[in-house]
């Protein structure tokens, strides 16, 4: 899931004193979280455009509830990439920045057009798009989808289980699995066999019993 | 503004005094040809390097993205 941004600002200086402030911009009193600034590529294209790549570490302000889930993330800064083509000829100027570290927990990307106002020439627009995601949407989506999964197989043995003990309430032999029938055979054959010892002491007390009784009518 | 090595910064300086005199005085005037802060660029980025190394900071191959998000277009 990605949140999109557009938006567009004006400012009032003419495109070459924009240009030139871009790299001139830190430190500035807004800037309190940028803590360096490098540019570690830089080079002049054959068709005269500039192309730089400048490296940014910034402070990683989160929320006080992102420390507990995040601890380790909280303490480490942030390091921005910003990849920018300054094309004199054209009189605009293309950046993309995006974080190159905590991209597990979250990836921004902006991208920035900066050319000179159609209505104004000494002003200068900058349309700026960026684009939030974070992979734990799809943590926080794979989560709930296994909850879901267990809970569909867990009512499947709810319903199995009413049905089983339904059916032998009433009296119908259920249909069981064959361990359970190998099981319940065992202990049938050993109720039997105990039933019939029984029935067998049962009947020999009984005959002495009786021979008992017939010797004594004969004294 | 600090460089991200300590040793850095006054190399950047001075080579960006010299970048932003060229930028403005020159390359956006349409004369982008004859770089003069090559040597101090060079000086700059072999401090620099290092201590990215040293921080371990992935940089290492990550293709130029200037032109935006999708794949980069023939620009002409």
Redesign the interface.
Known sequence: MVKYFLGQSVLRSSW?QV??AF??R??NPYSKH?????????E?TP?????S?R?L?KTNRMPRWTERLFPARVAHSG?I?E????D??NQTM???T?N??HARLMVV?E?CVYCGNSDNNSWTEIRR?A?VSSSLFGVSRAVQEFGLARFKSNVTKTMKGFEYILAKLQGETPSKTLVETAKEATEKAKETALAATEKAKDLANKAATKQQQQQQQFV | ?????EA?TDM?RE??RC??HW??EK????D?SG?PCTDL?KR??QC??KA?KEKE???EG?E??????DKPEN??
Not at chain 2, 64 to 69: E, P
């Open positions: 070459d240009f030139a790299w001139q830190y430190p940028v803590l360096t600034e490098d540019i570690v590529h830089r002049v068709d005269q455009k500039l192309l790549r490296l570490t390091y990439l990849d920018s083509i300054v004199p000829q293309t950046t993309f995006w190159i570290n990307e991208r798009e684009w | 503004m600090n460089s991200i090595g850095c950047k080579y960006n970048f932003n930028f403005a390359f956006l005037k349409g982008g770089d660029f700059y980025q620099v390097q990215i900071i992935p940089i990550l130029f993205r200037g032109h935006g998000k620009s002409s």
